[in-house]
């Protein structure tokens, strides 16, 4: 184990460099003792990994952090949800007049581009490695991007990656403590009220299909139902969703 520090209800390690904190934090987990709550960041980070394979783009005064802790199987369904409502509740208390909002099944939108980006992975001993990635001070661009970015630094947020952090960590335990006196139904009530085009015409995209649809609801797994242009109702357990301004649902 590297050297912690106590940062909250946290023990936290910062490198000045990495390869991926998603990497180092699976590596812990084979040592994780049962009650220990473990966040690692790093200035920079040279393979930071995203969803489906690809990569992460990791740019300079951005925040690379992962969480690794004890979660069991069956209560995966909400950690999703968990975590990008308290970075979506973090950027509110940063900046309370934010236009944010939450993109099935994750992503913060800050005045509809994208913020952030959660990686979620079964460590050792049944603990969770969550990987999260925020812009904030810089975010990629160019033509190879699935969804247009900002960062908060765009977007008139001053703010730097540890003052995020920490006010993350303090939303974070907050939506747990809700999470174990509510359950998951409150968790995902309050996510929907915050989803982007719920009731809209979207895209559904995995490297294996395509389905365009409305957004009808999401439901108590977390997963997506698209509701098709026959009046059925699809059941999506994952994917890439896209507006589809233009689309007639055909
Ligand atoms: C996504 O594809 O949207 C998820 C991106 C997750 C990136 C973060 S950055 C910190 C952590 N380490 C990684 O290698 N990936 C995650």
Same mark, same amino acid.
């Given at each position: !184990? ?62 690379? !952090? ?142 294996? !299909? ?12 977390? !997963? ?27």
């Amino acid at each position: !184990m590297p050297e912690l520090t106590e940062l909250k209800t946290w023990l936290w390690v910062d490198y000045d460099e990495i390869g991926s904190t998603n990497d180092e934090a699976l590596r812990l987990s084979k040592d994780l003792l049962p009650n220990q709550k473990i966040v690692i960041t790093a200035q920079k980070q040279s393979k930071g990994r995203g969803r489906r394979g690809r990569s992460w783009i990791s740019l300079d005064g951005n925040l690379f !952090m992962s969480m690794l802790f004890s979660w069991p199987l069956e209560d995966c369904g909400a950690i999703t949800f968990m975590v990008s409502l308290a970075l979506l509740n973090t950027v509110l208390k940063l900046s309370p007049q934010a236009s944010v909002g939450l993109k099935w099944p994750n992503d913060v939108l800050l005045n509809n581009h994208k913020l952030s980006g959660i990686l979620l992975e079964r460590g050792e001993k049944n603990s969770l490695v969550i990987g999260i990635g925020v812009n904030i001070k810089n975010a990629p661009s160019g033509n190879n991007m699935l969804y247009p970015a900002t960062s908060l630094k765009a977007q008139g947020v001053a703010c730097d990656r540890i003052t995020f952090l920490k006010q993350y960590l303090q939303e974070f335990d907050n939506i747990c403590e809700k999470y174990k006196q509510e359950g998951l139904s409150s968790i995902v009530e309050l996510w929907k009220q915050k989803a982007v085009g719920l009731g809209q015409k979207i895209i559904v995209r995995t490297p294996k !299909m395509e389905e365009k649809g409305i957004f009808a609801n999401i439901n108590h797994d977390g !997963m997506l139902q698209l509701k098709m242009n026959d009046g059925t109702i699809k059941t999506i357990s994952a994917g890439d969703v896209f507006f589809d301004d233009n689309g007639d649902n055909n």
